[in-house]
């Protein structure tokens, strides 16, 4: 989901060189415009909210677990949790982290029932973690997130083995054969591809008949209460990624198009700049991508508004050594070549000032030296009110691991989605 996450480690120092290339793709993206669209006349009456469960929360410090979205409330205001992450190997789908999902032994005080797992229960770890979260919240969704590196994806997607890649997908996740005495046929309903990204206009075209493939296979399999199988897919912030590929296409088959709006700057440069603006801000390089340009290039694409979800980051980047002219932004400086969730930035907010775009909401943290660029509670909440304001789908998080204790942020957006609040976004 994000493109550092194609290296195992989520170290970006081992990503640099691959992330000035594909951001350079994204550069071509909406040279963003100045002038800012109309909101949509009718927008949907109620966006939705998605976010990623990361299974490597299990190794933060401390431990991140699908519980702290109860203790938090953020279950409450969630509608949709993509499972981050499956993988493919040999041409077929496979539990990514076999400790993380199936083996580990959760205590009492980690499980969502405040019981510990017997250590010879066939069904256990972070996806058991899952199922209990779904029933103790019956309406909440859950898809699991395929997540590979691109030569996997190409080769899964050629037309002599692409069915079967499909019907190895499905047999695992959504009929719920998970491993060898381990059965969740009611665990996830559907699938969110991102295959970052097809190379060449070959691929491009694999990718779409693969999303047909996924779409075929889904509508013939059947879910509880008569529920439609979910296929959505995780989109960069600009099409330039995408050899021939039709989104026009794509959107038919999918139900979400997720908006990968982040990392429009970040260490890969050696300027500071914003991770995820709304809108242009003055002074920006006229490369500089915004969530609002990257939405108006996949409507002009042919993917209706509706489908759209907007994304943010709940997570930032940094820079060192920093001159102070213009508060630190778009000033040079030296890179922090990892990132930190926004829970870790907003405890530096008492020791340094936040500084912030008046229109747009986008916020960046300088104390003279250093300077970070994130999403705040105001910025997600703008955004929000822009995702539904203008007819949007709704809201994607990458990833909920990066909320504060008491759920900031996703209360923030869910306070944005109102209504009231939407309106202010129009």
């Not at 590196?149 to 047999?171: G, H, M, N, Y």
């Not at 046929?185 to 691929?203: N, S, V």
């Not at 050594?321 to 405890?347: E, K, M, R």
């Not at 203008?390 to 923030?412: I, N, P």
Request: negative net charge; contains cysteine; glycine residues 10%.
């Amino acid at each position: 989901m994000r493109s550092d996450q194609l290296c195992p480690t989520r170290s970006l120092c081992a990503c640099l060189l691959a992330c000035s290339l594909l951001f350079a793709g994204f550069r071509a993206q909406a040279q963003s415009t100045t002038q800012e669209r109309a909101p949509a006349p009718h927008p949907p009456a109620r966006p939705i909210v998605v976010g990623y469960l990361p299974q490597w929360g299990l190794y933060n410090t401390p431990p991140w677990l699908a519980r702290d979205l109860v203790t938090s409330g953020a279950a409450s205001l969630l509608d949709q949790v993509d499972y981050a992450q499956a993988n493919i190997l040999n041409g077929k789908c496979i539990i990514a982290d076999p400790e993380a999902d199936l083996n580990r032994v959760y205590t009492a005080a980690m499980s969502i029932d405040g019981k510990a797992d017997l250590p010879a229960a066939p069904f256990r770890g972070g996806l058991h973690q899952l199922a209990l979260l779904k029933a103790r919240y019956p309406r909440l969704r859950a898809i699991i997130s395929i997540e590979g590196k691109p030569p996997s994806f190409a080769e899964a997607a050629q037309p002599a083995v692409r069915a079967a890649f499909v019907t190895s997908c499905i047999d695992m996740f959504v009929r719920g054969h998970l491993a060898p005495g381990v059965e969740s046929p009611e665990l996830f309903e559907g699938f969110d591809i991102d295959w970052e990204f097809p190379q060449t206009a070959a691929d491009g075209a694999n990718y779409v008949a693969l999303l047909a493939e996924f779409r075929r296979q889904l509508d013939l399999a059947r879910l509880p209460a008569g529920r439609k199988p979910l296929l959505t897919v995780a989109a960069g912030p600009g099409l330039g990624r995408y050899p021939g590929v039709d989104w026009a296409q794509v959107a038919a088959l999918v139900d979400e198009v997720g908006l990968m709006n982040y990392d429009y700057s970040g260490p890969w440069q050696q300027q500071t700049g914003l991770i995820a603006p709304l809108y242009p801000l003055d002074g920006a390089s006229p490369n500089q991508g915004t969530v609002d340009g990257t939405v108006a290039e996949y409507e002009g694409a042919g993917v209706p508004a509706d489908k759209l979800l907007l994304g943010v980051p709940f997570y930032g980047y940094s820079w060192e050594g920093v001159t102070p002219a213009n508060h630190g932004l778009f000033q040079p400086g030296t890179s922090v070549h990892s990132d930190s969730p926004y829970s870790a930035i907003a405890n530096l907010v008492p020791h340094s000032t936040v500084y912030r775009d008046a229109h747009s909401q986008t916020p960046w943290l300088f104390d003279g030296k250093t300077f970070w660029t994130f999403d705040d509670p105001a910025s997600a909440r703008a955004k929000a009110a822009y995702a539904a304001g203008h007819g949007l789908g709704g809201v994607m998080v990458w990833e909920l691991s990066g909320d504060t204790a008491d759920a900031q942020m996703l209360r923030a957006i869910s306070a944005g989605l109102s209504p009231a609040v939407a309106s202010l976004g129009q």
